[in-house]
């Protein structure tokens, strides 16, 4: 059983950054893909991005390329998401997710999540 925790999220000004980070525990079994979704209020939840288990392809929502960076630290069973440039649309609750397979876009997709940490973007 995997376990995923978000951090990292809090109030930021439009044009600001944050950097997301999220954290394996417990007994786990090392997935293939880990993705960020979120899901803004009224909304339903959207990918954002997702990495590779080796870390060496990623994908992108259409909203967020070129703004925001996935990566992970599988030395430390870690991902996170650097987001810069933040606009009030991005403002969302994060979701860190875990699949045992190769990359996809679906939240159907995803085997393992976290509880999701807020991000607000003011402006």
């Known amino acids: 059983q995997v376990q995923l925790e978000e951090s990292g999220g809090g109030l930021v000004q439009a044009g600001g950054s944050l950097r997301l980070s999220c954290a394996a525990s417990?007994?786990?079994?090392?997935?293939?893909?880990m993705g960020w979704f979120r899901q803004a209020p009224g909304k339903e939840r959207e990918f954002v991005a997702a990495v590779t288990k080796s870390g060496g392809s990623t994908q992108y929502a259409d909203s967020v390329k070129g703004r925001f960076t996935i990566s992970r630290d599988n030395a430390k069973n870690t991902v996170d998401l650097q987001m810069n440039s933040l606009k009030p649309e991005d403002t969302a609750v994060y979701y860190c997710?875990?699949?045992?397979?190769?990359?996809?876009?679906?939240?159907?997709?995803?085997?393992?999540w976290g509880q999701g940490t807020q991000v607000t973007v003011s402006s």
């Open positions: 997710a875990g699949r045992l397979y190769a990359i996809g876009v679906l939240s159907t997709q995803y085997h393992y």
């Open positions: 417990g007994r786990t079994f090392s997935p293939y893909t």
